[in-house]
T-cell receptor
Framework: SQQGEEDPQALSIQEGENATMNCSYK?????LQWYRQNSGRGLVHLIL?????REKHSGRLRVTLDTSKKSSSLLITASRAADTASYFC????????????FGKGTRLSVIA | DGGITQSPKYLFRKEGQNVTLSCEQN?????MYWYRQDPGQGLRLIYY???????QKGDIAEGYSVSREKKESFPLTVTSAQKNPTAFYLC?????????????FGPGTRLTVT
């Protein structure tokens, strides 16, 4: 079963703009992760945020987590054409020793 | 170079034939996973294994089988019982410790059954 739901399903922006993607989930989690997938390729891990963290940064990425609302957001600042990809959130359930449960993803297009 | 390899990248089969997808990792990871991805969709878990000689069904295990005879290898067989086998298949692995939950993915195998 898919735990996460990303919003929007697709996003198109101009190079240099910021891109924000949201993820909602249903049950209590140990951590939430964001992955990127270029077309026809495997997924690449971007960032992990634990349930006791509220915000995390990595380069141009900023992730927030609101466990009371069961939601997370991924912000990509100053987007580049190379950021064009699908972005997935994935959760690890509270026990910690479970497979990742993925959402359906947000397709981001950055237009040069 | 450490990583996960999947072969082949593209695979074509006739309906009614079983086909085995290869997944090998040299990361010394304990856990390995198989996911299926359909166009425009997220990843759905087929099978996973947290230790050699043991594996568990995921959400969509029907029509698939796996083995885990070696830590490095987790092949997936798509059987003729799988109704809609055409899809993109992704293998992943991760270290089983509590401090690391990141999954590493292979490049995927695109299976087309006609």
């Amino acid at each position: 079963s898919q735990q996460g739901e990303e919003d929007p399903q697709a996003l198109s922006i101009q190079e240099g703009e910021n891109a924000t993607m949201n993820c909602s989930y249903k049950t209590s989690i140990n951590n939430l992760q964001w992955y990127r997938q270029n077309s026809g390729r495997g997924l690449v891990h971007l960032i992990l945020i634990r349930s006791n963290e509220r915000e995390k940064h990595s380069g141009r990425l900023r992730v927030t987590l609101d466990t009371s609302k069961k939601s997370s957001s991924l912000l990509i600042t100053a987007s580049r054409a190379a950021d064009t990809a699908s972005y997935f959130c994935a959760t690890v359930l509270l026990s910690g020793n479970t497979p990742l449960v993925f959402g359906k993803g947000t397709r981001l297009s950055v237009i040069a | 170079d450490g990583g996960i390899t999947q072969s082949p990248k593209y695979l074509f089969r006739k309906e009614g034939q079983n086909v085995t997808l290869s997944c090998e990792q040299n990361l010394n990871h304990d856990a390995m996973y198989w996911y299926r991805q359909d166009p425009g969709q997220g990843l759905r878990l087929i099978y996973y294994s947290q230790i050699v000689n043991d594996f568990q069904k995921g959400d969509i295990a029907e029509g698939y089988s796996v083995s885990r005879e070696k830590k490095e290898s987790f092949p997936l067989t798509v059987t003729s019982a799988q109704k809609n086998p055409t899809a993109f298949y992704l293998c992943a692995s991760r270290y089983q410790g509590a401090l690391s939950y990141e999954q590493y993915f292979g490049p995927g195998t695109r299976l087309t059954v006609t």
